[in-house]
Structure formats: C-alpha cells, structure tokens
C-alpha cells in the first residue's frame, strides 16, 4: 500500500474551515484515498473515499488533483465536536471493500477551539 | 442500530496469562479484522477472517490467534501476555458482497492492560 504523509497535528478555531493535506506519492493506478476520524477511546470512523477530482457528503468534501499525488480533506466550519484525530489511507478499493487490510499511520490531531 | 459490539470493553491482565477478545460484526458484514492501536499510534493490522478462515496477517507473533463463527462473530486470543501487549484493540467489519466500499466499520475497542 502506497505510504502517506500528513501533519502530525492541526488547529483551528470553531467556525473556520479546516483543510488537511495528504501526500501520497506512490499511488497506484487502482488505488483509492480513504479518510477516518478517530476520537479518544474509540474506533476510528470512515469520514469519506475518493478516486478522482472532488467528492462530498454530508461531513466533509475531499479534493484530488489530477496527478493524485495528494489529496486534501475539507471539513467546513467545523465545531469543538471536531477536535479528532484524521487519518488518510490509501489503498486498491476493489480489495477494501472486501477486505484488504488498512494501514494507518500516526494520522493528523485536529484540535478545535472556542 | 446494529454496529460492532466488542467486549469487555476493559481488561486488566498479568504477564504470562492468556486473553480471549470477543467481537460481533455489524449485522450484514461477513468478514472482521482486528487491529491493535498503541497510545499514540494508529491502529495496525493483526489479521483478518472470512468465512471462518484467516485470510491475510500482518507482522504479528504466533501468539496472537483468532477464530470466526458461523454467524460471522469473532474472537482474538493472545497467549503469554506481554507488557507490550498493552493497547486497544479494535475490530473491524466489512462486507464483500457491498458494491461500493463504505468504509470498515470499527467497534469502540478493548483496553488491554498488562501488568
């Protein structure tokens, strides 16, 4: 699986929008960027999956460049609610969806202030 | 809402004992994958089964072992406790018959303390 770098910690205000970057230099042709969110004493949560360009949801959009050598996460507004660890994966989707292993690196602290 | 259920949810446990971890999948998922995630890490990849098998490993000893029941439930064991044994370890589960990947589904974790 194709190695990523992150921040190892962010901050921000509540309000603001926050935008975390991800860089993936060796990505595969069939491999997808993944984001969770973790909170303490918890499992980490699937936030959003992408391939290509920009993709959103209900929580977050996730931008692509056209090389895909990097991928940024974009959480808007974002609360004290926030305030989690964010960790981006990237991995060949047609075994993640079955069942390849994820790996995670030490992922990116966001911490949210008043 | 039928998530995944792992219990108990903390463990204290001497040196040299045995632990068994229990883990039941989020209803419709057929495959479960254990991680153990250390203080200030992100969670790495003991194994994971399908269909009552181990299907892929990652660079753990021996001593670490698992089983998955027909109704798609789980349990990890880790024999000869160590004191770096200690962590949260996380189950996942997945499904393969999804179209699309909706991500791993994580329970909230067993504290494993080894004293």
């Known amino acids: 699986l194709a190695k990523t770098t992150q921040p190892v910690s962010m901050d921000s205000y509540e309000g603001q929008e926050v935008n975390i970057t991800c860089s993936h230099n060796?990505?595969?042709?069939?491999?997808?960027i993944t984001w969770y969110q973790q909170f303490p004493s918890q499992g980490p949560r699937f936030i959003i999956q992408?391939?290509?360009t920009k993709v959103t949801n209900e929580v977050a959009s996730l931008f692509i460049p056209a090389d895909r050598k990097s991928s940024t996460l974009s959480l808007p507004r974002v609360s004290l609610s926030d305030t989690a660890v964010y960790y981006c994966?990237?991995?060949?989707?047609?075994?993640?969806?079955?069942?390849?292993?994820?790996?995670f690196g030490t992922g990116t602290q966001l911490k949210v202030e008043l | 809402d039928a998530g995944v259920t792992q219990s108990p949810t903390h463990l204290i446990k001497t040196r040299g004992q045995q632990v068994t971890l229990r883990c039941s999948p989020k209803?419709?998922?057929?495959?479960v994958s254990w991680y153990q995630q250390a203080l200030g890490q992100g969670p790495q990849f003991i194994f994971q089964?399908?269909?009552?098998?181990?299907?892929q490993r990652g660079n753990f000893p021996d001593r670490f072992s698992g089983h998955q029941f027909p109704n798609y439930s789980s349990e990890l064991n880790v024999n000869a406790l160590l004191l770096g044994d200690s962590a949260l370890y996380l189950c996942?589960?997945?499904?393969?018959?999804?179209?699309?990947?909706?991500?791993?589904?994580f329970g909230s974790g067993t504290r494993l303390t080894v004293v």
């Open positions: 209803s419709g998922h057929d495959t």
């Open positions: 992408g391939y290509k």
């Open positions: 996942a589960s997945s499904s393969t018959r999804d179209s699309f990947n909706y991500g791993y589904t």
């Open positions: 089964y399908y269909e009552e098998e181990e299907r």
């Open positions: 994966l990237v991995g060949d989707e047609r075994l993640t969806g079955g069942g390849n292993k994820l790996t």
């Open positions: 060796n990505i595969a042709t069939n491999d997808y």
